[in-house]
């Protein structure tokens, strides 16, 4: 009898933490960074202006037929040829002004809150 009781406190102390872990993360813990998409077309970039948040992802993607180069003052892609993709996730809050490099006409901004 007492180890039946025995086992009945264990076994109701050890519920409360199995509940407890078994519940939903919270709002901030579930909060999945987002994918930004910006298409580097008819020698522009598009959109040329994207905010994002810290954390997120953002994705460039060449779809002219020239070999572009991302740069701003706190990074820079490869070269991307036709059909190439260089993604950057955003760490630090800011605004970027960032051009191609082999087209410093081609002008846009990444701003990170």
């Known amino acids: 009898m007492k180890r039946r009781v025995a086992i009945l406190l264990v076994s109701f102390s050890i519920l409360p933490a199995l509940v407890v872990r078994c519940q939903p993360a919270s709002a901030d813990e579930n909060a999945q960074r987002r994918i930004h998409h910006v298409a580097i077309k008819g020698f522009k970039f ?41 993604s950057l996730k955003t760490k630090q809050k800011g605004n970027f002004s960032y051009i191609c490099k082999f087209h410093p006409t081609m002008k846009a901004e990444l701003i990170v809150n």
């Not at 994002?52 to 020239?66: C, H, L, P």
């Not at 572009?68 to 706190?74: E, G, N, P, R, T």
Request: proline share 5%; glycine share 4%.
């Open 46 to 86: 598009d959109p040329e202006k994207l905010e994002v948040e810290a954390g997120d992802t953002v994705v460039w993607t060449n779809e002219d037929i020239v070999p572009h180069i991302v740069v701003a003052d706190k990074f820079k892609s490869r070269s991307l040829d036709q059909g190439e993709s260089w």
